[in-house]
């Protein structure tokens, strides 16, 4: 199967930032769209952003500005810089990717396991 490593959360000051890392490994024949989730306990999962296989973005209204996502191809891995972190950012954040593999060729959805991000004085 395929397995989502995510890195690079923490604590961190208002206006602050990090830099979170996802490396997809495991039976992958292409990767397409990649994104980065967030959830807030109580909240539903909301898309914060997604990148395409061609490198096309789309972003959450609340993160244009702030957040730039990128993706490495060939080491199957997708980034989200956060920049001018605000407190309303805290949230675990979750990598996604749609993954064809290569036993049915079919695209699957996976996901991290998360990683927290917390921004607090």
């Known amino acids: 199967q395929v397995q989502l490593v995510e890195s690079g959360g923490g604590l961190v000051q208002p206006g602050g930032s990090l830099r979170l890392s996802c490396v997809a490994s495991?039976?992958?024949?292409?990767?397409?769209?990649m994104g980065w989730y967030r959830q807030d306990p109580g909240k539903q999962r909301e898309l914060a952003a997604i990148?395409?296989?061609?490198?096309?973005?789309n972003y959450a209204d609340s993160v244009k500005g702030r957040f730039t996502i990128s993706r490495d191809n060939a080491k199957n891995t997708v980034y989200l810089q956060m920049n001018s972190l605000k407190p309303e950012d805290t949230a675990v954040y979750y990598c996604?990717?749609?993954?064809?593999?290569?036993?049915?060729?079919?695209?699957?959805?996976?996901w991290g396991q998360g990683t927290q991000v917390t921004v607090s004085s």
């Open positions: 996604n990717a749609d993954v064809r593999t290569p036993a049915t060729m079919d695209n699957l959805d996976f």
């Open positions: 990148i395409e296989k061609d490198g096309t973005t």
């Open positions: 495991g039976s992958i024949f292409s990767i397409y769209a």
